[in-house]
């Protein structure tokens, strides 16, 4: 996610690490460039005068609003359109917890701007556009009571009450998520004993991230995450094998021509983690592994078969 600028979904019961994981995610980006810095300025200065915004930025943002926040809170606007939290994480991490709690219609109006990058609002007296290119991650629980699929079976949502829980967030809306991932909770006895292998210090991390993304840079200007289907195609070559495999993820997860490229420009993002010029049959199943069925359930590529 942090590499290429994907847009990620966790899904998994309180207490696994989904808000965690998404705080680390600023740490492990590259530093703000000087124009970063400033178009961070100039969009924190509509909203608030700079000083009371926090002075010139350093840091890329994390904005993580509430989910009762407004759309206009969320999108921007009001009678003298002002940039909303999308906007003022531009840059940076955008975090939407409890996914299926926020209002429909605020989540709906994410699309738009996901797609172009740009926060379009119209006004009777005037027009107002506002960058917005943060890297979303959104996390939720995967049913009402948030233990479906726990080990400890103190789940006891109908099968029907869970498909409507998940449904509350939208086909088109995840289709725009890069990466899906479930989590599971770590057992307090392990927690306690210590039993949990060190993990990688996000210092290492970020020295991988930092040099994937210049790849990127020099490759084509932008991350992987915000290229157009016609950079893809230029710079992702695929093997003919790793086509058949594409090939089948898109018929066995119904992928829509959106999911195909998203998962492609996950693949280029892999390859440039592994230091590799193309992408490889490895790179593009571990990328249909991150698409969620056509469902919108919790269950990754490979569950269904596209190995």
């Given at each position: 996610a942090a590499a290429g600028a994907h847009g990620l979904r966790f899904?998994?019961?309180?207490?696994?690490?989904k808000t965690l994981l998404a705080r680390c995610l600023p740490g492990l980006m590259p530093a703000l460039t000087e124009n970063e810095a400033q178009e961070l300025a100039v969009i924190r200065s509509l909203a608030a005068p700079l000083r009371e915004a926090g002075g010139w930025p350093r840091t890329r943002p994390f904005r993580a609003p509430v989910h009762g926040a407004s759309a206009v809170a969320l999108i921007g606007g009001g009678g003298i359109p002002r940039p909303g939290e999308l906007s003022l994480a531009h840059h940076g991490v955008l975090f939407l917890d409890e996914l299926p709690e926020?209002?429909?219609?605020?989540?709906?109006?994410?699309?738009?701007?996901?797609e172009s990058g740009v926060v379009q609002i119209a006004r009777a007296a005037m027009q107002?556009?506002?960058?917005?290119?943060p890297?979303?991650?959104?996390a939720m629980n995967p049913c009402p009571c948030g233990w479906a699929g726990d080990p400890s079976g103190r789940c006891d949502c109908?099968?029907?009450?869970?498909?409507r829980y998940q449904a509350r967030v939208s086909g088109p809306l995840l289709d725009r998520i890069d990466l899906h991932l479930s989590?599971?909770?770590?057992?307090?006895v392990e927690l306690l004993r210590g039993g949990i292998p060190a993990g990688e210090d996000s210092t290492v991390v970020r020295v991988r991230v930092i040099a994937a993304r210049e790849l990127q840079q020099k490759r084509q200007g932008k991350p992987n995450g915000q290229l157009t289907a016609g950079e893809l195609e230029a710079v992702a070559s695929i093997t003919p094998g790793a086509r058949q495999l594409l090939e089948r993820a898109a018929d066995r997860l119904a992928l829509s021509a959106r999911g195909v490229h998203r998962v492609l420009r996950v693949a280029r993002t892999i390859a440039d983690l592994a230091g590799a010029e193309g992408v490889g049959t490895e790179h593009l199943e571990e990328a249909a592994r991150y698409r969620p069925p056509a469902d919108g359930g919790t269950s990754t590529?490979?569950?269904h078969g596209v190995a």
């Open positions: 899904i998994g019961p309180p207490g696994c690490g926020w209002d429909r219609r605020s989540l709906e109006a994410l699309r738009g701007p996901l107002a556009s506002f960058p917005a290119r890297l979303l991650v959104t109908p099968a029907d009450s869970i498909a989590l599971t909770r770590v057992p307090a590529g490979l569950t």
